[in-house]
């Protein structure tokens, strides 16, 4: 999936992966992962998500990494902040207080970057992707991750034949294949259907998240 498509949903306003609160979930199963205050969390494709003020106030140093400038102009804007700002080979920095945005590519992120990071929050990241760039989203950027660091997946599960993603289905199956070098638990499936108007006027007939702990247990 070319950059220029997410580019433009966000020039379009066409974000409806944007939520406006925080993800209950995270709020849920974040704390069973036990990182201690002060932690750094990568939280990539980033967006401008709410979930990221949320970390912050649970006492962690985030990272998140996003392609739209817009979305992160729109992130600092709707909190009232005003970021620091540099820039490096990685991209454009933006920091403010404990949270800080690179506007970039997250496969370009490199080992001494992510070699502090103990947590990964990934709710809008791996689903949003075609599979063969998930292959290459795990074996670049999981892959650099740190042995010990533990991490939050959130999935959708549905028929893929009956919708074109993004968000795009990610079964269980294809989540156990980051093992060996991960553990991989999954903690909770929920039926939403119901809650996502959306999905059922596109014809899709079942719908479900999904969410995993997982731990890098090798490196």
């Known amino acids: 999936m070319h950059p220029d498509f997410w580019l433009q949903r966000w020039h379009d306003g066409q974000i409806g992966f944007h ?22 969390v990568l939280v990539p494709l980033c967006g401008k998500t709410l979930d990221m003020h949320w970390l912050a106030a649970q006492g962690h140093r985030v990272l998140g990494v996003e392609l739209s400038p817009l979305a992160v102009a ?40 992510l070699a502090d990071i103990a947590g990964i929050y ?31 997946l959130i999935t959708l599960e549905y028929p893929q034949e009956e919708k074109a993603g993004p968000p795009f289905s990610v079964e269980q199956a294809e989540v156990i294949l980051f093992a060996p070098a991960w553990q991989v638990e999954p903690v909770e499936r929920r039926d939403i259907l119901a809650q996502e108007p959306g999905f059922r006027a596109e014809g899709v007939s079942a719908l479900s998240t999904a969410v995993y702990r997982m731990r890098r247990v090798e490196s």
């Open 19 to 40: 939520r406006e609160e925080v993800m209950p979930l995270l709020q849920k199963h974040w704390q069973d992962l036990q990182l201690p205050r002060g932690s750094r």
């Open 74 to 113: 729109q992130f600092f804007e709707e909190a009232g902040i005003q970021p620091q700002h540099h820039s490096s080979p990685l991209g454009e920095h933006y920091q403010a207080g404990p949270i800080e945005i690179i506007c970039g590519d997250a496969f370009a992120l490199d080992d001494t970057l």
């Open 122 to 152: 990934d709710r809008a990241a791996l689903i949003a992707l075609p599979p063969e760039l998930r292959q290459r989203y795990r074996d670049t950027v999981y892959q650099r991750l740190p042995a010990g660091c533990r991490g939050l």
